[in-house]
Nanobody, 126 residues
Framework: QVQVMESGGGSVQSGGSLRLSCAASEPIFATGYLAWFRQAPGKEREGVSAIRPRDDTTYYADSVKGRFTASKDNTKKSVYLQLDNLQPEDTAVYYC???????????????????WGQGTQVTVFS
């Protein structure tokens, strides 16, 4: 069974930084996609960033480009999301999701993923 587990998160002041971590079991880490989604109260879950570990291809939502950075560690079968210059509108529960995607499926669209973690809260105060 695929396991996905996030860690990190917390509360920071506007302009601050946080780092999220996500560990995923094989074979998804080696051959699939790992993506970060977030959901704020009363809003739909939105794609933030994704990475394809086998070739380090990364994807970012326009709202976070230049502020968030995805990376991976093969030895730990983990991916990371560095969140810099955080703003109050980044406040949400962040979920790591994992799956293999069919050709043409966007890794920033929630419905293509079947496996996700419990979520971690990110709160940014002004």
């Amino acid at each position: 069974q695929v396991q996905v587990m996030e860690s990190g998160g917390g509360s920071v002041q506007s302009g601050g930084s946080l780092r999220l971590s996500c560990a995923a079991s094989e074979p998804i880490f080696a051959t699939g996609y790992l993506a970060w989604f977030r959901q704020a109260p009363g809003k739909e879950r939105e794609g933030v960033s994704a990475i394809r570990p086998r070739d380090d291809t990364t994807y970012y939502a326009d709202s976070v480009k230049g502020r968030f950075t995805a990376s991976k560690d093969n030895t730990k079968k983990s991916v990371y999301l560095q969140l810099d210059n955080l703003q109050p509108e980044d406040t949400a529960v962040y979920y790591c999701e994992a799956d293999h995607l069919n050709s043409g499926a966007s890794p920033l669209v929630d419905r293509y993923f079947l496996f996700w973690g419990q979520g971690t809260q990110v709160t940014v105060f002004s």
